[in-house]
């Protein structure tokens, strides 16, 4: 098979292809390896290739929905037995995971081949993908911009067509951010919906899920099946599931009431492609005989970034910890700016974390009242288009002043101080829209339906009520059909 016609089908077309003996799961695997071959050298997106692994696969009997289908998973969270899970870190980069997360091995029973792991940042805590142990991974549409993070190699993989589709996961935006800036759909569950074991019961309380980036919404609904299959035993809770399978709700659309906004929730610019975004999206429904109107959730977006952020730098603290406990790593194998969320979350006392915790019930149940009247919500996923590579580096000063107080042990007094707050808000302010979707533990999806003039993509978001990814998948289907993208393709 010839790259053109590879690149030509979406997962579910080459699982048929191989169904149907038109080609052979390691002819498929050959393709894909040399198109990343042919691109990854640009890019940047594949850290740790698995060849021969995958070759070996390929070479025997495959089975399930996906049989013989080529397949990246992200090097975060996805571990693969017998090989490290580097998270982007220095201090993880040589210890070779004990066994299968769960999600790899619904992925390796669909029938994929595995044959690589993709960028991210140092423990996925950025919304871009620039880690200092493997560099950075660059967009395929620009190469001087971001594939977003924090799954953004499989986010270029997929866009520069080295896999129809990838795993990705997303604790605050991280599949949606890369599905925006590279032109794919993105889709993150529900919480609880997909397992997170056998490691962990959960990921950050619930708002970390895994999935994948795709080029089309059948291979994301399809995937979504396999990733559902059967409950996680050792889970926290059961997730209720449809009778009917996701790949068919993608099928059955029905009139929505949708709500939208393009004001940034914590008050920051808004770029104008970002508006125009949203404002041709709500055209596109109206047109499809969805009404759609102004509106958002009653909510403190300012406080909900701070909470969010609450969870994520004691989460960071806690797993800085771990991995020196275990393996010995110092601080030398931790970035800067891993050392500064991370004293950010130790400086935080307990009963602030739990008020900060507590508070998320508030924000589902606002947003549930939003739910009340509207099916779904609609915003940009990024306030503006793609950033460029070292845009949101952490500025000059606050890394000479961390450094300074970081010799002293005082690290954890720079948390809370105006610096502090303004470059954690100069971050958010390209990525707002998405962490409300974690904290609530609801799930959304980004759909590529905007591009600039200069070709960057710029993804709309949606968020659903709980146990609404078949709307969302319907109306992601909808859109997709009135207004294809699967074939649109970077020149590299």
């Given at each position: ?227 559902t299959a059967r409950p996680d035993p050792g889970g926290p809770y059961l997730a209720a599931r449809p009778e009917l399978p996701y790949a068919e709700l993608a099928r059955r659309t029905r009139p929505l009431r949708i709500g939208f906004t393009t004001r940034s929730p914590i008050g920051t610019e808004v770029d104008p492609h970002a508006v125009a975004a949203v404002e ?213």
């Amino acid at each position: 098979m010839e790259y053109a016609e590879y690149r030509a089908h979406d997962a579910v077309g080459l699982a048929a292809l191989v169904a149907g003996g038109e080609v052979t799961a390691a002819e498929l695997l050959e393709v894909a390896m040399a198109r990343a071959e042919a691109v990854d050298g640009k890019l940047n997106a594949i850290v740790r290739p698995m060849h021969d692994l995958a070759r070996e696969r390929a070479r025997t009997p495959l089975t399930g929905p996906f049989a013989g289908v080529p397949f990246l998973i992200k090097d975060l969270s996805q571990d693969y037995a017998g090989l490290p899970t580097g998270s982007g870190s220095r201090s993880l980069a040589h210890q070779p995971a004990e066994r299968h997360s769960a999600v790899v091995e619904r992925w390796l029973e669909a029938g994929l081949v595995i044959f690589g792991k993709t960028n991210t940042p140092e423990f996925g805590a950025k919304g871009i993908t620039e880690p200092e142990v493997n560099g950075p991974t660059r967009n395929p549409w620009d190469l001087t911009r971001t594939p977003g993070g924090s799954s953004g190699g499989s986010a270029a993989a997929v866009a520069a067509g080295v896999v129809p589709m990838a795993g990705a996961n997303d604790g605050g935006g991280s599949i949606r951010i890369p599905a925006a800036c590279c032109g794919l759909f993105g889709l993150k569950p529900g919480r609880g919906l997909v397992p997170a074991g056998p490691a962990t019961a959960e990921d950050l309380h619930g708002a970390a899920t895994n999935g994948a980036v795709s080029r089309t919404v059948r291979d994301s609904a399809a995937l979504l099946d396999v990733l559902t299959a059967r409950p996680d035993p050792g889970g926290p809770y059961l997730a209720a599931r449809p009778e009917l399978p996701y790949a068919e709700l993608a099928r059955r659309t029905r009139p929505l009431r949708i709500g939208f906004t393009t004001r940034s929730p914590i008050g920051t610019e808004v770029d104008p492609h970002a508006v125009a975004a949203v404002e041709e999206t709500a055209g596109l429904l109206a047109h499809l005989g969805h009404e759609v109107e102004p509106a958002e959730p009653e909510t403190d977006h300012r406080q909900l970034a701070l909470d969010f952020l609450a969870m994520w730098t004691t989460q960071l603290a806690q797993t800085v910890d771990e991995i020196r406990r275990t393996t010995g790593a110092g601080p030398g194998d931790f970035e800067l700016d891993t050392h500064l969320l991370a004293a950010a979350g130790r400086s935080l006392p307990a009963p602030r974390y739990y008020a900060a915790h507590h508070r998320w019930n508030t924000y589902s149940r606002q947003l549930a009242a939003f739910h009340d009247r509207y099916d779904l919500l609609l915003t940009p996923t990024l306030a503006r288009p793609p950033v460029r590579l070292g845009e949101l580096d952490t500025p000059a000063p606050v890394r000479a002043l961390a450094r300074g107080l970081m010799k002293v042990g005082l690290l954890g007094t720079l948390a809370g101080t105006k610096a502090w707050e303004r470059a954690v808000m100069a971050n958010l302010a390209a990525t707002p829209y998405t962490q409300l979707a974690n904290i609530t533990g609801r799930p959304a999806m980004s759909v590529p339906t905007y591009r600039t003039p200069e070709g960057l993509p710029l993804g709309t978001q949606f968020v659903g009520p709980l146990g609404g990814e078949g709307t969302l998948l319907a109306l992601a289907a909808q859109i997709e059909a009135e207004q294809p993208w699967a074939q649109l393709e970077p020149t590299l």
